[in-house]
């Protein structure tokens, strides 16, 4: 058995709490994740691996790293990719463009969502 003390407005409460109290709150804590998880990928929310495949592919061309960029905060950090290691050649002029368009076809995307 546990005992835990609320202080709420300078009142202190106590209450019991059995371990099949806890167990049922797990269980109902567990039941609302599983349906989180479920709606998020019933809607395209969540990405899906099969079990066991935890590597992820070396992507290997420009356009397919560009690709991968799933919003704007992982598209600003591989644009910016040289701020964590100065030793990477700078963007030519074409992958330039081709990040700001990519760029611009999120935040378009983005404001048509709202």
């Keep these: 058995m546990y005992e ?8 202190s409460y106590s209450t019991r709490k059995t371990r ?21 990928i019933e ?15 070396r992507k290997t061309t420009f356009q397919q790293r560009l690709d ?8 600003e950090g591989f644009a910016n990719r040289r701020q964590f290691n100065t030793a990477l050649p700078r963007w030519t002029e074409d992958e330039r463009a081709a990040i700001i368009m990519r760029r611009t076809e ?7 969502r709202k």
């Design 4 to 11: 835990y003390t609320y202080r709420y407005s300078y009142n």
């Design 20 to 40: 099949k109290q806890d167990m049922e709150r797990d269980q109902n804590r567990e039941a609302k994740v599983q349906a989180w998880v479920d709606h998020k």
């Design 43 to 57: 809607t395209g929310g969540a990405i899906v691996h099969p079990a066991g495949t935890h590597m992820v592919g």
């Design 68 to 75: 991968s960029c799933r919003d704007l905060n992982e598209l």
């Design 106 to 112: 999120m935040q378009n995307v983005k404001r048509k």
